[in-house]
T-cell receptor, first 116, second 109 residues
Framework: DAGITQSPRHKVTETGTPVTLRCHQT?????MYWYRQDPGHGLRLIHY???????DKGEVSDGYSVSRSKTEDFLLTLESATSSQTSVYFC???????????????FGPGTRLTVL | GQSLEQPSEVTAVEGAIVQINCTYQ??????LSWYQQHDGGAPTFLSY????GLEETGRFSSFLSRSDSYGYLLLQELQMKDSASYFC??????????FGTGTQLKVEL
């Protein structure tokens, strides 16, 4: 358990409404990530952060924005939700693998978002 | 960019051995990882290969050949609880990972 929580865990919203998902971590990890998971596509990176106020785009960033004003919180915002953004959203942190000299990623429990 | 290919589905019987292959094309390579995901759950880290060869962790082993851009996950003594999706992922620098589309493993009695 890498101390990652996501909220809400489930959300149903309507097309055109703004939505913010929150990822919270308790272990002072520098790197945080937002992914979406859809059938047939695996996990795709939306945005990531390498420190407070330091963020960058992933491969599917259109329609999404992020903010990180504190180390522990990484927010994902859908400014105007569309049905194509119906998905499961996972937050992740990067943590060293003991004895291997590299990092891997640990995932939060996910948020299931439905846009009607 | 990065792309990975793995079979979409594999079926095996309890107690058997199964191999899940992963081929990749990358512009930079920082190791091959494997993740397991049960239905409704989050992906969990299984193994990592940074160098060529075999890494063993209990019933699971993972192999990498960088010259062939190929790796596999080997699961031995299959159990029903191993039914899950398995993802390979390559590191491409900047602490980022690119994931394959996943292999759904079904273990039957």
């Amino acid at each position: 358990d890498a101390g990652i929580t996501q909220s809400p865990r489930h959300k149903v919203t309507e097309t055109g409404t703004p939505v913010t998902l929150r990822c919270h971590q308790t272990e002072n990890h520098r790197y945080m990530y937002w992914y979406r998971q859809d059938p047939g596509h695996g996990l795709r990176l939306i945005h990531y952060s390498y420190g407070v106020k330091d963020t960058d785009k992933g491969e599917v960033s259109d329609g999404y924005s992020v903010s990180r004003s504190k180390t522990e919180d990484f927010l994902l915002t859908l400014e105007s939700a569309t049905s194509s953004q119906t998905s499961v959203y996972f937050c992740a942190i990067s943590e060293p693998i003991a004895g291997l000299g590299t990092d891997t990623q640990y995932f939060g429990p996910g948020t299931r978002l439905t846009v009607l | 960019g990065q792309s990975l290919e793995q079979p979409s589905e594999v079926t095996a019987v309890e107690g058997a051995i199964v191999q899940i292959n992963c081929t990749y094309q990358t512009s930079g390579f920082y190791g091959l990882s494997w993740y397991q995901q049960h239905d409704g759950g989050a992906p969990t880290f299984l193994s990592y290969n940074g160098l060529d060869g075999l890494e063993e962790t209990g019933r699971f082993s993972s192999f990498l050949s960088r010259s062939d851009s190929y790796g596999y996950l080997l699961l031995q003594e299959l159990q029903m609880k191993d039914s899950a999706s398995y993802f390979c992922a390559v590191g491409g620098g900047g602490n980022k990972l690119t994931f394959g589309t996943g292999t759904q493993l079904k273990v039957e009695l």
